[in-house]
């Protein structure tokens, strides 16, 4: 008996996607089933990014239509389907994405809060609804750099310590859909962030959003051990610096030790290297290290080199994060780093000096 595409869809549905709990063929995510002879194909598309769980998918569908009488070849391409953020307006992502960012450092001061306004902002950009948590109790810097420090009533620790609603402390951002911000107190003292206060309530945001952020502060201090904890991604926001680098190194050791994924035994953080005031000149100078060398003590995958620029500073003067000033090159480079995150493959750029133009030249030679 021939096959047909009905036989493969009754198999489909009846087999979840471990993320979101869908069958196949009710999200949509089955398509271009092609049947020649008894050999089948077809392609499974994801609503989410999903790099770490594409095999499973993959070994999954691929055994349930294996078990159809007489089938020949099976073969399954999995891939994730990024919808930019005009297409993606009023369509609702697939649900049950659990992703939880931890934005941290070995140092202080390296541009994590500038990092995590930037690039939470980026994935709100992208169509992903995106919760930004300030961890850094005492400073309070998110909400600033957000521009939404006059709207802070609630925050982070009220929910914690059960004064206040989620949803009574969560800014939702006016520019940006999909993006919001829980701010954190300015004067409680962080021994109110313990784990199953902050395990909680990222269970609850984890509910209604497809990627948390943790804006954590430097080093291993408690709030950062609280972002990290919890975390399935880890950002380490370098400069490159020796001291940055080293630090940022011992950060690595934390993570893979004290995480509940090293915890639990389960697949370890994923880690991202995004090195930050990269200033190409000084490098060229020999004042600062080359991404390369970065790289060369910190082996993991490097997520982005964002360039020390003016409009970083100009931008948090305003309170708007620098991915929205879309000419300046930091904005540039933390759009690009949301792509690579997201799969996307794309080409590092501002590592050599910008070319100068004649006028300059000629200033410089008879300065
Ligand atoms: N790419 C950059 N170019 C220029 N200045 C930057 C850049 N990234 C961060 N800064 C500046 O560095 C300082 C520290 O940044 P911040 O994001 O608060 O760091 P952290 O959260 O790690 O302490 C801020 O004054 C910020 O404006
Ligand atoms: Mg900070």
């Not at 369509?91 to 941290?104: D, E, F, S, T, W």
Request: charged residues 25%.
């Amino acid at each position: 008996m021939a096959l047909t595409e009905s036989d493969i869809q009754n198999v489909l549905k009846t087999i979840t996607d471990p993320n979101t709990g869908k069958d196949y063929v009710s999200s949509k995510s089955a398509r271009n089933i092609q049947i020649k002879g008894n050999d089948l194909s077809l392609d499974i598309v994801l609503g989410y990014p999903a790099k770490s769980v594409i095999a499973e998918i993959q070994a999954q569908v691929k055994s349930a239509l294996e078990h159809i009488p007489g089938i020949g070849s099976v073969t399954v391409n999995v891939g994730s389907r990024i919808v930019s953020h005009s297409v993606q307006r009023g369509v609702q992502l697939l649900p049950g994405v659990k992703n939880i960012i931890a934005v941290a450092s070995g140092k202080g001061g390296v541009g994590k809060t500038t990092s995590s306004a930037a690039f939470g902002t980026g994935l709100a950009l992208r169509g992903f609804k995106t919760c930004i948590i300030d961890f850094d109790v005492g400073l309070r810097n998110l909400d600033l750099i957000m521009g939404c420090e006059r709207r802070v009533v609630f925050d982070f620790i009220n929910v914690i310590n059960g004064e206040a609603r989620l949803s009574q402390a969560l800014i939702k951002d006016k520019r940006v859909e999909n993006l919001y911000i829980l701010p954190t107190s300015q004067t409680r003292d962080k021994d109110a962030l313990t784990p199953e206060g902050v395990g909680k309530i990222l269970d609850e945001l984890k509910k209604e959003f497809d990627y948390i952020l943790c804006d954590s502060p430097a080093g291993i201090e408690k709030g950062a051990l609280m972002a990290l904890y919890w975390a399935d991604h880890a950002i380490i926001v370098t400069n490159p610096e020796v001291s940055s680098v080293r630090d940022s190194d011992r950060i690595l050791g934390v993570i893979q030790a004290k995480s509940r994924r090293a915890e639990q035994g389960l697949e370890p953080v994923k880690e991202h290297l995004l090195v930050t005031r990269y200033d190409p000149e000084r490098v060229e100078k020999g004042e600062m290290l080359k991404v390369e060398d970065v790289l060369e003590i910190l082996a993991i995958p490097l997520l982005g080199i964002v360039p020390e620029s003016p409009a970083v500073l100009k931008a948090s003067n305003v309170g708007m994060p620098v991915v929205l000033d879309d000419k300046s090159n930091a904005g540039q480079a933390y759009g690009d780093a949301v792509g690579r995150f997201l799969g996307e493959t794309i080409e590092h750029r501002f590592i050599k000096p910008e070319k100068k133009g004649f006028l300059d030249r000629l200033l410089r030679r008879t300065a």
